[in-house]
């Protein structure tokens, strides 16, 4: 990561309110670089979005063989990564490029421990369920509204690479536009 004394820029761009698996992790050192992590979480995301949508005429008998081998190297990725890590299970947030907003409950895995203001934290995102394979951002939580119950947390990331940034902000923009099509149904 870059220069960890300033938090990402407060125009937040676009929102959505959704519902993701979300993992929070108090931390002590907040200068991870969780870059090639996130490469890899954007690459699988990818990857699952494109392959959707191909009609069977589309593809020839090869590549149907190809997609199936691909396939079972995917199903035993995916066995061998939830035995190392299990999925958490999905939790109603606000998301923006800048900030993640969320209530935290006592029944969370940092019921233990006691979430503060300008305490950095590393928030897990586990965008879908081909890989359980999170996206990592390192952030500050700079409110906590404990007129809510229960808490309402507000939490502001720290600054990344430029590309990091570009597809976090990218995955967001995908997220909203799923909003609002279930809506429209």
């Not at 820029?9 to 670089?33: E, N």
């Not at 907003?101 to 029944?107: D, L, R």
């Not at 369920?129 to 947390?153: G, H, M």
């Amino acid at each position: 990561m870059n220069n960890k004394s300033e938090l990402a820029d407060s125009s937040q761009g676009i929102s959505v309110a959704t519902s993701l698996p979300l993992r929070i992790k108090v931390i002590t050192d907040a200068s991870a670089d969780l870059s090639i992590q996130n490469q890899m979480a954007f690459d699988i995301i990818e990857a699952f979005e494109h392959s959707e949508g191909l009609s069977s005429h589309e593809q020839s008998v090869q590549t149907r063989q190809l997609e199936n081998k691909l396939n079972t190297i995917v199903k035993l990725l995916r066995l061998l990564l939830t035995s190392r890590d299990t999925v958490p299970p999905k939790q109603s947030l606000t998301l923006s490029a800048t900030t993640l907003q969320w209530h935290q409950t006592a029944q969370g895995e940092t019921a233990t421990e006691v979430l503060k203001e300008n305490q950095d934290i590393e928030v897990s995102f586990y965008p879908g369920s081909e890989l359980p394979w999170p996206i990592k951002r390192i952030a500050r939580i700079i409110k906590l509204d404990y007129s809510q119950t229960p808490i309402e947390v507000t939490a502001r990331f720290y600054p990344v690479d430029g590309q990091t940034t570009e597809r976090f902000e990218k995955w967001i923009f995908r997220l909203h536009r799923q909003f609002i099509r279930q809506n429209k149904q």
